[in-house]
């Protein structure tokens, strides 16, 4: 069920008026090569926020188990991508013009958004630390931020690679998001021009060989990923 639209896109990707070409691929080096960089570039961004939050709280979380707290943490993952995108530009708007299109701003709001998978996985890794290791720290006068940092985040360094995985791949294909808050010109995501260039210009093979190119995007990631599952 996977390889085959896989399969199909590739195929449509590698022919231009009936003949086998890989003009599909010069025009994406042409004319996307900029967006290819951005859009790597805004998930790396992106997923680095998402950590940068997600691991001093859910260490916070691990040592005081504040249900209020952690429910507000987990919020995002039951907002609609759409909603994301809509909320933050109209609260960014009016006072940081110019944030909300920028690709801070999208990293940020992609950040948002993924803050609540990152907690759910890292909070089920923190929280399968054996407390004595905790308790020994403690004793050693070691605070929370410690803690988290020479214990917690070492012993769940495998479910931490595979969360940045998972997170900067959603991040990689995101649409929703950058297009709600994209200015419109300038650099794009990379889904976003597979959409233009499919709906607006019918050119299904440069939006497969767009198509292809995040594939090969993404297969890096879930290589880790599956290297992961398999040790």
């Not at 249900?67 to 960014?92: D, I, N, Q, S, T």
Request: with cysteine.
């Amino acid at each position: 069920m996977f390889l085959w639209p896989v399969g199909v896109s590739l195929v449509a990707s590698l022919s231009r008026d009936g003949q086998w070409s890989l003009a599909n691929y010069e025009r994406v080096w042409r004319l996307y090569a900029r967006d290819v960089l951005y859009t790597v570039g805004v998930a790396a961004a992106g997923s680095a926020l998402t950590f940068a939050a997600a691991i001093p709280l859910c260490g916070w979380l691990r040592a005081r188990a504040f249900g209020p707290v952690e429910f507000l943490l987990k919020v995002p993952l039951f907002v609609p991508f759409v909603v994301v995108g809509h909320a933050l530009r109209v609260v960014w708007s009016p006072y940081v013009p110019g944030f909300a299109a920028s690709w801070l701003g999208i990293a940020v709001a992609l950040a948002w958004k993924h803050l609540g998978l990152a907690a759910l996985l890292l909070l089920g890794a923190f929280r399968g630390v054996d407390e004595n290791y905790l308790e020994a720290a403690r004793q050693l006068g070691s605070g929370t931020g410690r803690v988290t940092r020479d214990i917690l985040v070492p012993m769940a360094a495998p479910t931490l690679a595979v969360s940045a995985v998972l997170i900067f791949s959603s991040m990689l294909a995101s649409f929703s998001i950058p297009l709600m808050l994209g200015r419109g010109s300038g650099a794009q995501m990379l889904m976003i021009d597979v959409y233009y260039r499919f709906g607006q210009h019918g050119d299904f093979e440069t939006a497969s060989a767009l198509g292809v190119v995040s594939y090969l995007l993404a297969m890096g990631a879930a290589l880790v990923y599956v290297r992961r599952l398999t040790r």
